[in-house]
């Protein structure tokens, strides 16, 4: 367990605002910003792409964490596949208007996902569905819930949290929860 966490047999909801409710055929989700070419998918698109079923911890700034997690989505490496880009950072946006802001590097090599499927069930409203990202290696805000795409930038824009004093890294492990940690 990272530092100053405890477990919680539950799961905790933490929404900033109220749930949006996309229908699916009026949901898709993009990759623009910095890349060569941007692209889109539909509901039905996105959900015939590779998808991984994976099993992760994860870790909220309140301090809860939740150990086992079984999820399933596409990782966003399989999203980046041929994509060209020299954007080193990355905000997620969702519905709702939630953002969050990860580098780049955080989001590849296996560890981030935009998940549909919780415990092999459909995700939630309340826990982001139709889906979110999830990005277990870091604090959980950090994973956007009723993302509707992602944002390549050359330069880090701080997303809803962070503008307001949380860690812009976020690492559970170095207990970075706030500006400055
Ligand atoms: N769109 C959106 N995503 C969000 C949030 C939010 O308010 N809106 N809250 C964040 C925070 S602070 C946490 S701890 C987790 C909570 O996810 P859960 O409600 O599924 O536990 O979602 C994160 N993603
Ligand atoms: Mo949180």
């Given at each position: 367990m990272p530092p100053g966490q405890y477990l919680t047999p539950d799961f905790p909801v933490l929404s900033a605002g109220p749930t949006p409710q996309t229908p699916l055929d009026q949901w898709s989700f993009s990759l623009d910003g910095g890349i060569d070419e941007a692209r889109r998918w539909t509901w039905d698109e996105f959900v015939d792409l590779p998808a991984e079923t994976f099993t992760v911890d994860i870790h909220c700034v309140t301090r809860w964490s939740k150990l086992d997690t079984v999820w399933t989505g596409v990782s966003v490496d399989t999203l980046l596949d041929g994509v060209e880009t020299s954007s080193d950072y990355v905000t997620a946006w969702c519905d709702g208007g939630y953002t969050a802001n990860v580098p780049l590097a955080g989001l590849t090599g296996g560890r981030a996902w935009v998940v549909y499927e919780y415990g092999g069930e459909p995700l939630e409203r309340e826990h982001g569905g139709p889906a979110r990202l999830l990005v277990?290696?870091?604090?959980?805000?950090?994973?956007?819930?009723w993302v509707r795409g992602l944002t390549l930038t050359a330069e880090d824009e701080p997303g809803f949290w962070e503008r307001y004093g949380?860690?812009?890294?976020?690492d559970p492990w170095r207990e970075q929860r706030y500006w400055g940690d």
């Open positions: 277990p290696h870091l604090y959980f805000w950090k994973s956007a819930k949380y860690s812009n890294d976020a």
